[in-house]
């Protein structure tokens, strides 16, 4: 169980029981919970003495953590946690749930694939207590199976069976007893011509039944074992229409082996398959490479209006022209820098010397939960043209075989939003000839150190290429007639393309408003953020900044928060060190992981630079998480320090 306040911060709760007084609260948000209640729950029904005065402290720390988030009020007898019900992940996976029943199938299965991505392991595992873990997580584990469950079987409506052989076999594989989910697997298989795996999975659950549990399988699934034995096609209902638009599908070879769908078949958007390698008669990559298969084309679309960025443009083509060249490149900078849309630009423009293909992936890497490398690999290797029943399971195996495949080809791989090294190392091609692009807000520096890729930084544009950018949105007249108002609104946005365009994108829905009307709205630096937004919760330079920051250390990020007292563009480490509180090896340490994670820049003689909107939502976080008092002592102590610097030693 987690706490995750408005920034991304994630609150301490410990592992005592002030988690477990939490979690009540939290599973019956807007309803009173009787002290007596949260005692029998918190204690297995055996409580000390003072159970009742040790609730009443844990409510008070709890009010203190969630100050200005949530509330916690005092009704009658008992306690109410006052907050948005969907807030509330168990609240929101099954308002998704509810509405995915009433949904289309291709609507329903994105909500479903959403509802079961909040989940982050077994509900409530962390949260001490036996009874509070039976009272409330049994019903929590069974929704979240009945979720796996529909999701199974809107893929099978659809025809999607090689999504239903991936969701459902990760789940399988750690809870073997689930005959509905089996049954369900079963018949996808069935459906894609695999017999063999879906009797496999039969027998397996059969032997876990009888080994567990000394029962014999249900009638559901003894039907679907019979049904498979004997060759029937699997009962999949059949959709009519087609599904909404949702972007180009990735260009997918199929192999020899392995027929073009029919007229009126929905071929899976990302067949990946839980079956292992034959273990007697390994494939060869020459074996399991189609013949002649089509160029894959996996890059999204440039940005038509794209450009500057020749310096770093420059230093990748330089990377082409190395020998022996770097076999992996990475693109690092903040977040609203562009990486995406250069390495994008970029890889469109070199595409041609990489004449077998082009393979693309956003990898999620500081989203929640991330990409896994096995997971992209799976997808990789059916771009391939690997048929689905030869994927190796394990990520080793399926790296392998990736490195095989692409051994002697000339391909282009973009791994883009790349969260850590180990999330890209599994992915890097091993041979001469293709090249991965990966982007990140870190700059991954393990890559550089033990894999021997390149760095390319990406900053803030020039004033120049900013104002063309903010020209080819607006109009080069217009911002020619108001050249002073348009200079200073692109340092108004620190010259970030994401904040141009936002702040375009603004000026163009508002067509009264002049370019100074709207620099002078972004001069207010209590509402500049929340003017870089739009609509999309993605699309907002506050989110970015939070991602970011969500991804340090604790140490790092108070660090990063109390930076938001000084004013100005730089901070010198001593003074760093005396606003934290900190030795300055800490110090040191912590202002490394900020340049690594580019929310400061380490310049000459010890300082460190930031950007406006860095510093205004250091601000912002120092003021709404740091209590007053901590802020004081803060500023304190760098007053002690300057006055120290001004009078010298002695």
Known sequence: MEIEVNNGRLLSLGAGRLRTVAAILISEVNRVIPVGRLIDLAWDADPPARARGVVHNHVHRLRQLLAGQAEIATRGGGYVLIADPCAVDVNRFRELVSGAREAEPWT????????LGLWRGEALADVPGDRVRRTLGVGLTQARVAALQELGGKLLLLGRYGEVATELTAHLAEHPLHEELTALLMRALQASGRQAEALGHYHRTRRHLKNQLGIDPGPALSETYLAVLDGKPAAVPHVTGRPPAAGPRPVVPYAADRPPPSA????????????????????????????????????????????????????????????????????????????????????????AEFPDGQLFVDLRGFERPPMRPGTVLGRFLQALGVPDATIPDSETERSALYRSLLAGRRMLVVLDNAGTAEQVRPLLPATPGTLAVVTSRRRLSGLMIRDGAALVTVGPLSADDALELLGS??????????????????????????????AAARLMAHVGWSLADWTKKLADERHRLCELSAADPDLSMETGLSLSYRALSSGAARLFRLLGLVPGPDVEVHAAAALAGQDLPRTRRHLAE???????????????????????????LVASEEPPADRDLALRRLSDHAAGVRTGPG
């Open 264 to 351: 009126g078949q929905v071929p899976p958007a990302v067949p990946l398959s839980a079956a292992r390698l034959p273990s007697a008669v390994p494939p060869s990559a020459a074996h399991l490479r189609p013949a002649a298969p089509s160029p894959v084309a996996q890059l999204p679309p440039a940005m038509a209006d794209f450009c500057g960025r020749a310096r770093e443009i420059a230093a990748l083509d330089e990377t082409l022209d190395r020998v022996p060249g770097p076999g992996c490149v990475v693109v690092a900078g903040g977040g609203g820098a562009g990486k995406t849309t250069l390495a994008v630009h970029w890889a469109h423009r070199i595409k």
């Open 473 to 502: 949105a607006l109009g080069r007249q217009r911002i020619a007639a108001e050249g002073a108002a348009a200079r200073e609104l692109v340092e108004r946005c620190d010259r970030l393309p994401l904040a141009l365009r936002i």
């Open 108 to 115: 329903a299965v994105g909500q479903l694939r959403q509802a």
């Open 594 to 620: 900020l340049c690594e994670a580019h929310l400061l820049e380490e310049q000459a003689g010890g300082h460190f630079a930031r950007t406006g909107l860095v510093r205004v939502y250091a601000g912002k």
